[in-house]
């Protein structure tokens, strides 16, 4: 059995997405909630037991599923399957709310665990442009996780764009 916590208070301040799109923390916590019983069903189906934490940052709300049993949620914790599983909540919390949700799924860590690899990435990147090259791109990525990279470039004093189309969209480091 689950357990669902909500980590933030439920208020109607609008909140402005990076698309510019605007939603109250009180939506982005009924999509937490939507996306959280959806979460619970598949791992009561699955017979795996998980406890559930609803945030909202950014203009996201963001669903956490972790274990005292880190082992419970290994299957599920793999880059590929989150990122499966958060298009499918986001599909049903669409499918109840009628509108996009930019939910993020978090399994046992695992987004955590992606930040310090594209962190180590970011990092080689950087030797190479400090070893002369004139820039570095990254090899395609979501999204999230683009934006996840250029907050780590910005930190490390470097500018980084997305470049390409679709599938192909990459980040590309150069000097400030």
């Known amino acids: 059995m689950s357990d669902v916590t909500d980590t933030d208070t439920v208020t109607d301040e609008p909140v402005e997405t990076e698309d510019a799109e605007v939603r109250s923390t009180g939506q982005l916590e009924e999509e937490g909630e939507i996306a959280a019983d959806y979460i619970e069903e598949l791992l009561d189906i699955a017979d795996l037991d998980g406890d559930i934490e609803i945030d909202t940052r950014g203009g996201r709300a963001y ?44 399994v046992g860590g695992s987004r955590e665990a992606r930040v310090a690899e594209l962190t180590i990435l970011v990092d080689k990147a950087i030797e190479r442009i400090d070893a002369g090259a004139e820039s570095a791109a990254l090899p395609p990525m979501s999204s999230y996780e683009r934006k996840l990279v250029h907050d780590v470039v910005a930190e490390r004093g470097f500018v980084s764009e997305s470049e390409g189309e679709g599938r192909d969209r990459h980040t590309v480091i150069t000097r400030a």
């Open 63 to 106: 669903v956490s599923v972790t274990s005292s049993e880190n082992a419970n949620l290994r299957i599920l914790a793999k880059p590929d399957t989150v990122n499966a599983l958060q298009e499918l909540t986001r599909i049903a919390v669409q499918t109840k709310t009628g509108a996009f949700s930019r939910l993020i799924l978090d």
